[in-house]
C-alpha cells in the first residue's frame, strides 16, 4: 500500500492539492516536507501529536521531513483557528518557547534517526532581519488584497475585527515555504485544517517567485483533520484544562488516563489517527470492542503506544502501576513519585508530623463532616489507611501509617481519595 493510500485508510488526509501529482512525486523522489509549530507556550499539547506523527509516517516512508520552529512567525500571531487576537510575547519568551518546544519535539521524533533523519530549523532564522520595506517589496507585492480577504482565517475575523498584524501572518509563513524551497529543496508543506489557507499561499508565492526562473515547479500541501470527539467536548480539553506533553504540566500518569477514558465511539479513530498499529490489528481492535467492550482492551492499547511514544517505557509502567494500584487498592505498592502523580488532584490536607486519632484526623481533613460521622464510617467499614481497612473507633494514626515519612492515603468509600501531607 502506497503512502496516501495509508494516510487516507486511517482518515488522516483532510485536504491535498494535486493528489495524483503528489502520489507521483512520492513514488519518484525522496521528498523533503515540513510542518510548522509556533511557541505559543512553553509545551506542545495533545492537538499538535496528529502533525507529529504525520512526519514520523513519511520518516518511516523513507522522506525527510523538516519540524519548522516559529520563533518568527511566533512574535506576530497565526489568526487561523481563532476568534480573537491573540496576546503578544516579549522576545525573550518566544525564543525561550521554542527551544523548549525544539527538544520535545525532538524526543518524539528522534532527530539523529538513520539515514532520514527529522531536521529542526527556526523561521526566525530569515524572518528575524527581513526589514519592512523588503517583506512589502519582495512579498507583499505577490498578493492582493483580495486574495488575502478570501482565506477562511482572515474572512472569519473581518466583522470583528483583525489587526494588520495577524492580516500579514500570511506573508511570512509564505515565505517559509519558499525558504524551504529555495534552501532545501522542500515540495511538501503538511499541516491542519486551519492552515489550508496558509500552505496554498506559500505554494502561490514560490510560483510567482520563480516566474522567470523557468524551472518546472512541483510544490505541494496536505492537511489532516481537525479532530472532532463523539461526545461534542473539545479534543485534548479536560476540567483541569489542556492534556500537555510536557510531563510537569502534565503527568504520565493524567496522560495515560485521558486515553484510557477515550469515548467507545472514538477508541478506534483514534488508534488510527496516533498509533502505527497496522490496519488488520486494528480492525482486530474493533471486532473485540464491539464483542467485548466492558474490557477496554482497545483503550488500553491506545494509551498504551500514545504513553510510551510521548513518555517512554518507564513512565507507560509508572503509569500502569498507579492505575492498577488505585484499581486494586493497594495503595502501599506505589512510590513516593507515583503517589505525587496518582494523588496530584485529590484533596489535600497538610499537618505536622504527629500522632492523631483516626477520628479527629477524618474531621481535621474534612474527610467526615462531624465526629459522629468519622465514627460511623469507620464502623461502617468505609474508611481505608494506605488502602487498608480501618474499623476501629479508638485506632490512632502514627508515623507507621506515614508512606515514607511523607504521605498518608485516606480513602472514604469506594472512590473518594484524601491525601495528608506531613510537613
Known amino acids: 500500500m502506497d503512502l496516501l493510500q495509508d494516510l487516507e485508510n486511517r482518515g488522516l488526509i483532510n485536504q491535498v492539492t494535486d493528489r495524483e501529482g503528489l502520489k507521483k512525486h512520492l513514488e519518484e523522489n525522496q521528498v523533503k516536507l515540513y510542518c510548522g509549530f509556533d511557541p505559543t507556550a512553553d509545551s506542545l499539547h495533545i492537538g499538535h501529536l496528529l502533525p507529529i506523527t504525520m512526519l514520523k509516517r513519511f520518516q518511516k516512508a523513507g522522506h525527510r521531513p523538516i519540524a519548522l520552529i516559529g520563533g518568527g512567525t511566533g512574535m506576530i500571531g497565526d489568526p487561523s483557528g481563532r476568534s480573537t487576537e491573540r496576546s503578544l510575547n516579549e522576545a525573550e519568551v518566544v525564543h525561550g518557547y521554542a527551544e523548549k518546544i525544539k527538544q520535545q519535539i525532538g524526543r518524539l521524533v528522534d532527530f539523529d534517526q538513520g539515514e532520514n533523519p527529522v531536521v529542526a530549523r527556526n523561521n526566525h532564522d530569515w524572518l528575524a532581519d527581513l526589514t519592512f520595506i523588503e517583506v512589502l517589496r519582495d512579498v507583499g507585492k505577490h498578493f492582493t488584497v483580495n486574495y488575502m480577504l478570501a482565506k477562511d482565517a482572515v474572512a472569519s475575523r473581518i466583522e470583528d475585527g483583525i489587526s494588520y498584524t495577524e492580516f500579514s501572518y500570511m ?70 484544562g489542556a492534556i500537555w506533553l510536557d510531563p510537569e504540566k502534565t503527568s504520565p500518569y493524567e496522560f495515560y488516563q485521558f486515553w484510557i477514558n477515550t469515548d467507545d465511539r472514538d477508541v478506534i479513530k483514534f488508534i488510527r489517527y496516533f498509533t502505527f498499529i497496522p490496519e488488520e490489528e486494528v480492525l482486530e481492535l474493533e471486532k473485540e470492542l464491539e464483542q467485548h467492550p466492558e474490557k477496554r482492551l482497545p483503550h488500553r492499547r491506545l494509551a498504551e503506544e500514545i ?24 495503595i502501599k505498592q506505589l512510590s513516593i513519585s507515583e503517589i505525587k502523580q496518582g494523588f496530584k488532584d485529590v484533596p489535600t490536607f497538610e499537618m505536622e508530623k504527629e500522632e492523631i486519632g483516626l477520628v479527629d484526623l477524618l474531621v481535621n481533613a474534612k474527610i467526615s463532616p462531624s465526629k459522629r460521622q468519622a465514627r460511623e464510617d469507620i464502623k461502617n467499614g ?42
Open 382 to 423: 468505609a474508611i481505608y489507611i494506605n488502602g487498608e481497612r480501618e474499623q476501629e473507633v479508638n485506632y490512632t494514626v502514627t508515623e507507621n501509617n506515614r508512606m515514607e515519612d511523607t504521605f498518608t492515603v485516606i480513602r472514604r468509600g469506594k472512590k473518594r481519595y484524601f491525601l495528608i501531607k506531613y510537613m
Open 171 to 240: 506573508l511570512l509563513q509564505s515565505l517559509d515555504y519558499v525558504k524551504l524551497y529555495e534552501e532545501e529543496n522542500t515540495t511538501l508543506q503538511i499541516g491542519g485544517s486551519d492552515q489550508w489557507g496558509n500552505i496554498t499561499a506559500g505554494m502561490e508565492l514560490i510560483r510567482r517567485t520563480r516566474e522567470d526562473k523557468d524551472e518546472d515547479i512541483q510544490v505541494f500541501g496536505l492537511t489532516v483533520p481537525l479532530i472532532t470527539k463523539a461526545d461534542g467536548t473539545k479534543f485534548g480539553k479536560t476540567a483541569g
Open 307 to 330: 504513553t510510551k511514544m510521548v513518555h517512554g517505557e518507564d513512565a507507560l509502567k509508572q503509569a500502569q502501576n498507579i492505575t492498577e494500584a488505585l484499581f486494586s487498592g493497594n
